[in-house]
Antibody, heavy 120, light 111 residues
């Protein structure tokens, strides 16, 4: 069974960057498609981007273009999401999610979420 | 403003059925059979309930069903139970430039 385990909570200053990790186990990492989805307090889900490790290709939502970088390390089965130029509006829980782990064309496996707080 | 439109809240009594709508456009919901629905309890990660518009993953109750007509997808929960009280989100593939879009979420209250 595929499992995604994310890094711990972060507190960052405005203008800085944060890098969140998502370690996968129980499957073939190279065949994954890992997306990052965030949820601001009391708000809905927002897709940020994705990476296909076997191809090394990342795609980003237009809103985050130029500010987010998604990478993957196949040697450690870990995906990363780095968000720069942080502002208070980036305070949110950040989830990684795998697409189609079990033949389901959807985000069928989710990480536990990482709280990122941006505050001066 | 979310790309897909959902009602902010719905409610129903135990045993009743409710339907949550998810309205998109011809660029997302209307063009692809890739609408999914997620249940989220407070403080928890989302859980996949419906994929490809109407299919249920293994382990999801058959009280949950999905459908689509034109640019609108729907999630129906029959035989409401207290544990169904949660937030529900729809999501659709939207092509190779936008990729994925979510609805704003619907809070289901079981009265």
């Amino acid at each position: 069974q595929v499992q995604l385990v994310q890094s711990g909570a972060e507190v960052k200053k405005p203008g800085s960057s944060v890098k969140v990790s998502c370690k996968a186990s129980g499957g073939t990492f190279s065949s994954y498609t890992i997306s990052w989805v965030r949820q601001a307090p009391g708000q809905g889900l927002e897709w940020m981007g994705r990476i296909i490790p076997i191809l090394g290709i990342a795609n980003y939502a237009q809103k985050f273009q130029g500010r987010v970088t998604i990478t993957a390390d196949k040697s450690t089965s870990t995906a990363y999401m780095e968000l720069s130029s942080l502002r208070s509006e980036d305070t949110a829980v950040y989830y990684c999610a795998n697409y189609d782990s079990s033949g389901y064309q959807a985000f069928d496996i989710w990480g536990q979420g990482t709280m990122v707080t941006v505050s001066s | 403003q979310s790309a897909l439109t959902q009602p902010a809240s719905v409610s129903g009594s135990p045993g009743q059925s409710i339907t949550i709508s998810c309205t998109g456009t011809s660029s997302d919901v209307g063009s692809y059979n890739l609408v999914s629905w997620y249940q989220q309890h407070p403080g928890k990660a989302p859980k996949l309930m419906i994929y490809e518009g109407s299919k249920r993953p293994s382990g999801v109750s058959n009280r949950f069903s999905g459908s689509k007509s034109g640019n609108t997808a729907s999630l129906t929960i029959s035989g409401l139970q207290a544990e169904d009280e949660a937030d529900y989100y729809c999501c659709s593939y939207a092509g190779s430039s936008t990729f994925e879009v979510f609805g704003g979420g619907t809070k289901l209250t079981v009265l």
